[in-house]
């Protein structure tokens, strides 16, 4: 008993030692779960030009990705007791003494759950299964290579490989050493230093072939003031993509409606004017939500939840009216968007974005917003545009002065009930 006693009071120091490293660990899992949401902010904001940022990105995110190699074992070893937990273990004499046969009892069994509780059962069937438990786990996680094995898997997919991405930019030291030929050790097109970085300058010297170049100083410009930046007419001298208004002529364009009713007043009709030339899968989309499908998805009987003031509407949220659901129109909740060159504009009809990809690019799903207001402030290089208005602008005028209720913060009503009650395509 003495000696039971010593080896209880080592176990209970262990187990405090334990006890103190899982609170550590588990603090510095919190930093690095924080610090990797902070990456990935900055690897979707982060301007492709901007090797330092991208390289500090990469570099910090190969970090975690290494020190989480070891909680993705610790994790697995966890995962490994709460299965032994719901386990039952068979114990029988394997080499029986004699005094044992001797009273017949060298093939008695002992069946024992592992999932006990001190509340419950005896401390001694308490400790009994916890050092069953930690036999088994301790076995398992040594010798099976199957356990093993599955720790390399999970790593090879863990989300810190998201950076993966970057690896192109490891040669980034020969390419400095060697800016001659940077070009063909990166794959970007841009210089190994920053200070060689040029962009079209504002003003145009009529002396130098009607061009000038400035050299970048200071932090270069992120992506989303880049892509915030206003159209200049005058230095679009080569299109990227036709012109908008020309690529299909407005009467081959479809054409959806929405009838709709505020609280019990006569019902109007929206019509929009959609470019699937511009916006094919946004505008496939919203076609099948108009037209409505089979199982029973569709803006008929939706609702407007948001509204502001001579600016905007939202709706769409058929499942919840409140913004805080919607499904597109296919198998996926939401579905990657294109990057439509079309402008926001008053009268202009847009997808609301629901999820952010890593390359800055935005998933969508069923709800909508309309323009109703003035937007000098929405010059965007890509758009969620997919149309406009073409009937009915006044009345959704009318209906953006309607006060809008918060209920959470990610959740709207308006304060008077607007319906779709009808809708479907010309």
């Known amino acids: 008993l003495n000696e039971t006693l010593s080896a209880v009071e080592r176990l209970k120091s262990k187990l405090e030692n334990d006890i103190k490293n899982n609170k550590k660990e588990a603090k510095i899992i919190i930093d690095i779960e924080k610090k990797s949401i902070t990456l990935s902010q900055q690897f979707t904001e982060v301007d492709v030009t901007d090797f330092n940022s991208i390289k500090f990105i990469y570099q910090e995110g190969t970090k975690i990705q290494k020190i989480l190699k070891a909680e993705v074992d610790v994790s697995n070893v966890h995962m490994l007791e709460r299965a032994i ?249 939401y579905v990657l968007a294109e990057q439509c060159p079309l402008r926001d504009h008053k009268g202009a009809i847009r997808m609301r974005g629901q999820e952010r990809t890593m390359d800055g690019r935005c998933k969508i799903g069923s709800q909508f917003m309309i323009w109703v207001g003035d937007l000098e402030y929405k010059e965007y290089r890509f758009t969620l545009v997919f149309g406009k208005v073409v009937e009915g602008f006044d009345q959704l005028q009318e209906i953006s002065r309607i006060k809008a209720v918060q209920k959470s913060p990610t959740s709207w009503v308006l304060r008077q009930t607007v319906n779709v009650i009808d809708s479907g395509v010309l």
């Open 85 to 333: 937990c719901q386990s039952t273990v068979k114990i029988n004499f394997d080499k029986a003494d004699q005094f044992l046969t001797n009273v017949k009892a060298e093939n008695d069994q002992i069946y024992m759950k592992l999932s006990t509780s001190l509340e419950k059962d005896s401390e001694l069937i308490f400790l009994s299964t916890f050092m069953l438990k930690s036999l088994f786990t301790d076995k398992i996680a040594t010798h099976n290579n199957c356990f093993k094995n599955l720790s390399e898997s999970e790593y090879d997919h863990m989300p810190s490989r998201q950076f993966e991405d970057l690896s192109k930019f490891e040669d980034v030291t020969e390419a400095k050493s060697n800016p001659i030929n940077s070009e063909v050790k990166v794959k970007m097109p841009i210089s190994a230093k920053s200070s060689q970085w040029n962009v079209v300058s504002s003003k145009i010297n009529n002396n130098v072939a009607g061009q000038a170049t400035k050299t970048v100083s200071g932090k270069p410009v992120s992506f989303s003031d880049m892509a915030k930046k206003q159209a200049k007419p005058a230095a679009a001298g080569v299109k990227r993509i036709p012109f908008p208004e020309k690529t299909i002529g407005q009467t081959n364009r479809p054409h959806c409606f929405f009838k709709m009713q505020v609280d019990n007043q006569p019902p109007f009709r929206v019509v929009f004017e959609l470019r699937p030339d511009m916006a094919p899968k946004m505008v496939e989309n919203f076609v099948k939500l108009c037209k409505g499908l089979p199982n029973g998805r569709g803006y008929n009987g939706s609702k407007i939840y948001r509204a502001k003031d001579d600016d905007h509407l939202l709706g769409g949220d058929f499942e919840n009216n409140d913004g805080t659901g919607g499904h597109s129109a296919f198998e996926e909740r």
